[in-house]
């Protein structure tokens, strides 16, 4: 599953979503888990809040999961309902530690909301 963090420095979880101007994205499975890119998105561009929302949630369409420093509660809540789980992580989390707990808690048996966000992207069988 793709998973994006919302970082400044490409190394911790240090940033709000609102302002993150970069995503991470990693392809996380229990086994393994690798960098796949970053999703650049203007922190200052015109239009509102809800727009810049909105054009976040819409860069990270094929991410099941964010880690952020801080997200607001409509932030999230938009995010949810694209099925895009935000996460807050505490104390700037280094990314590659978060990884390996994430693959931990997939390699054993992960909590209902977390299986169905593994299942994000497949299609379902006819």
């Known amino acids: 599953m793709k ?3 919302a970082s400044t420095d490409k190394t911790h979880i240090d940033e709000h979503f609102g302002q993150a101007e970069h995503f991470y994205i990693w392809d996380v499975g229990p086994e ?9 998105v203007r922190a200052d561009g015109p239009g509102h809040s809800d727009d810049k929302i909105e054009a976040r949630a819409a860069a990270l369409a094929d991410c099941a999961l964010v880690y952020v420093a801080e997200i607001g509660g409509p932030a999230a809540a938009r995010l949810v309902a694209k099925k895009i789980h935000p996460i807050k992580s505490k104390d700037q989390e280094a990314i590659v530690a978060v990884v390996e707990k994430l693959q931990d808690v997939l390699r054993g048996s992960p909590p209902p909301w977390l299986r ?11």
């Open 3 to 5: 998973v994006a963090f």
């Open 32 to 40: 393994q888990a690798e960098f796949s890119g970053v999703v650049q």
């Open 116 to 126: 169905k966000a593994m299942l994000k992207g497949e299609r379902p069988a006819p």
